[in-house]
């Protein structure tokens, strides 16, 4: 991650177990223009403390699933993530 | 009448009619038994004159007309222009396996039932208790104890009794799955567990079945179709099961029972989709409701991953594994206590009732707020496992805790989070006696106060 580069700020939606971790729904968070899914991955599980969910999360960017940890990802300002959580209960 | 005559005939008049609908529900149970052994002998009889479907509980015969009872019953949807006559008997000559007849699956077999699908297999293991009835509307008072499979074919026929229903009253794993599978469309995963997700979206994919896959839990649910057309399949989107201290059941977290209603109902939705082939089947899209907002997300989801283990064209797995092994849980929503502690390090509720609760200690209750609300110990205070694990308890209780004499007991609900509670505070305090008690309020229900409210 290039600390130096340009940042934007961008909404991050927090779903079911997330919201409970992250203790929010919704938040603002700043990150570069240009970043690989892993290393945005990493920043938002260090941000808002989901470590113990880390492997077992869809990350949508503008609600398009992340593919690929090892993807580039373009941000504009006002862009939206996702935070998704699988439920298991019924 | 006096007031005591009214008593004593109306308690006779509960008593005889609880008598007469215990007898009611004998016979109807061998009444069900009857058609069960009258309908497996005649489908042995037609395998042997060779003129049976191959699939176990197969439909026997394809329905090419609707009879004047389906134009009436069903003449509110056979009037959409995109459903009609032949919409209907889609779902007349289709098959759909329940699993799972909780909150998901009775609004989504109802829903079923009701549209006129030919034949619903239900799978459940468990039986109904009275913590079922708020989300589990096909249940009732009167059939508590009863296998929940066979409770909602009752509610299920009164419904429509032109619905062949097929009961299976047991788990479902990787040795009876793929034979029971097989003899369905369409199968809906209304489970409650992350082991039975892996198990049915793995034989889903070995069989080539659409999946219609809900979940809820709180105030939020998910919906999607797995194995369907170009689309995922469950491991496709999370190739490794989450660790069993990030997953929460209903009967912990709670749950709203319009929010698994409301999914239940949609899991029906998507599955005469598949049938009828009607819209545009929520495949390689992720549904998510936030009942709490009532907002409702579609994200798009990858399609197949090409390295899947499962379903990509060179898959590693290619039979059914040991899915709780697999997952580290079990295949229910059943708690497991937790043993972090010795006996030594704990006490009974016996014990505490006994020697500790008349002497000076401090009672901490550890459950989340909304649940010490319902009920609590006399002089227990409330401090959520959370605020013990941060640490803020101890501003709280700053003067109290220089008292090393003074004993400290935690207690919750089962006796599991207490137990990780007293690790942390004995860290912090490791000269005091710190020690939970066993079982928590359910033991203390059980074993010292039968009239102590249990949830």
């Given at each position: 991650m290039n600390a130096d580069g340009p940042v934007v700020n961008v909404h991050v939606l927090f779903f079911a177990k997330s919201r409970e971790l992250a203790n929010t729904p919704r938040s603002k968070v700043d990150v570069p223009t240009k970043i690989t899914a892993s290393d945005l991955l990493d920043l938002l599980v260090s941000r808002f403390g989901l470590i113990s969910i880390r492997d077992n999360l869809i990350l949508a960017h503008n609600e398009s699933y992340i593919d690929n940890l090892s993807d580039t990802v373009l941000f504009k300002e006002g862009d939206e993530l996702a935070i998704i959580p699988p439920l298991s209960g019924g | 009448?006096?007031?005591?005559?009214?008593?004593?005939?109306?308690?006779?008049?509960?008593?005889?009619?609880?008598?007469?609908?215990?007898?009611?529900?004998?016979?109807?149970?061998?009444?069900?038994?009857?058609?069960?052994?009258?309908?497996?002998?005649?489908?042995?009889?037609?395998?042997?004159?060779?003129?049976?479907?191959?699939?176990?509980?197969?439909?026997?015969?394809?329905?090419?007309?609707?009879?004047?009872?389906?134009?009436?019953?069903?003449?509110?949807?056979?009037?959409?222009?995109?459903?009609?006559?032949?919409?209907?008997?889609?779902?007349k000559n289709s098959s759909v396996l329940i699993v799972g007849l909780g909150g998901l699956g009775c609004p989504a077999a109802q829903y079923l039932a009701a549209a006129g699908c030919g034949r619903l297999g239900l799978i459940d293991y468990d039986e109904v208790e009275r913590s079922n009835f708020h989300r589990q509307i096909l249940h009732s008072e009167d059939r508590c104890g009863m296998p929940k499979a066979e409770s909602a074919r009752i509610a299920l026929l009164q419904l429509n009794p032109h619905c062949e229903i097929h009961c299976h009253s047991r788990l479902l794993y990787s040795q009876n799955a793929m034979h029971i599978i097989r003899g369905y469309d369409v199968v809906l995963d209304c489970s409650d567990n992350v082991p039975t997700r892996y198990l049915l979206s793995d034989a889903c994919v070995m069989l080539r079945k659409p999946l219609v896959s809900g979940s809820a839990l709180k105030m939020d649910g998910q919906l999607t179709v797995y194995n369907y057309g170009n689309g995922p399949c469950y491991r496709c989107i999370y190739p490794v099961p989450p660790p069993p201290e990030a997953v929460t059941n209903c009967g912990d977290g709670g749950v709203l029972g319009a929010v698994t209603g409301t999914i239940g109902a949609m899991q029906a939705l998507e599955a005469i989709k598949v049938i009828v082939g009607l819209g545009d089947v929520l495949a390689g899209r992720l549904l998510i409701f936030d009942g709490s907002s009532g907002l409702f997300r579609n994200i798009r989801i990858r399609s197949k991953r090409p390295n899947c283990h499962v379903c990509s064209a060179q898959p590693l797995i290619t039979e059914l594994i040991d899915y709780e092994m697999f997952c580290g849980m079990h295949a229910t929503d059943k708690d497991n206590p937790l043993q972090l502690l010795s006996t030594d390090e704990r006490l009974s509720v016996k014990n505490y009732q006994e020697k500790l609760q008349a002497q000076p200690h401090l009672l901490i209750d550890v459950r989340p707020t909304a649940e010490f609300e319902i009920c609590q110990l006399p002089d227990a205070v409330n401090v959520p496992l959370v605020e013990i694990l941060d640490d803020s308890y101890l501003k709280r209780f700053g003067k109290q805790l220089e008292d090393k004499q003074l004993p400290i007991v935690l207690l919750c609900r089962r006796g599991n989070d207490s137990q990780i509670a007293v690790q942390h505070v004995r860290n912090r305090f490791p000269t005091h006696s710190v020690r939970d008690l066993i079982g928590g309020l359910h033991a203390w229900t059980n074993i010292v106060d039968p009239s102590f409210p249990i949830y």
């Open positions: - | 009448m006096i007031e005591s005559e009214v008593d004593s005939e109306r308690s006779k008049l509960k008593r005889e009619i609880a008598e007469l609908r215990a007898a009611l529900n004998r016979k109807e149970q061998c009444l069900r038994e009857l058609e069960v052994s009258v309908h497996t002998n005649a489908r042995a009889e037609q395998e042997i004159v060779g003129n049976a479907v191959e699939s176990p509980g197969g439909a026997v015969r394809v329905h090419t007309k609707l009879t004047n009872d389906d134009i009436a019953r069903y003449s509110r949807q056979l009037i959409l222009p995109d459903f009609g006559v032949q919409g209907q008997l889609k779902l």
